[in-house]
């Protein structure tokens, strides 16, 4: 299940550390200014199953990360 992260202000290996204390990370992806490099403050995480998935988002859900009250949903395809 594809995740969509908002509101962050941390790096990709941060994420995907924070989101495998609840299940299998497959892909992780920190979205990027094309012309900066800075992040654009969003993220995809894919999880391996259904159930983990709902689990992160349940536990991370408006919970602070770096300073910010992070928004974890399904991601739209």
């Not at 509101?7 to 979205?31: K, M, P, Y």
């Not at 159930?51 to 859900?61: T, V, Y």
């Amino acid at each position: 299940m594809k995740l969509l992260v908002r509101n962050l202000a941390t790096t990709e290996h941060e994420i995907r550390v924070l989101f495998s204390a609840h299940g299998s990370v497959g892909q992780c992806s920190l979205v990027l200014d094309q012309e900066t490099g800075l992040s654009k403050g969003f993220a995809f995480v894919e999880m391996a199953n259904d159930d983990e998935a709902k689990k992160a988002i349940s536990s991370l859900n408006m919970s602070s990360v770096a300073g910010n009250a992070i928004r974890v949903k399904i991601a739209k395809d």
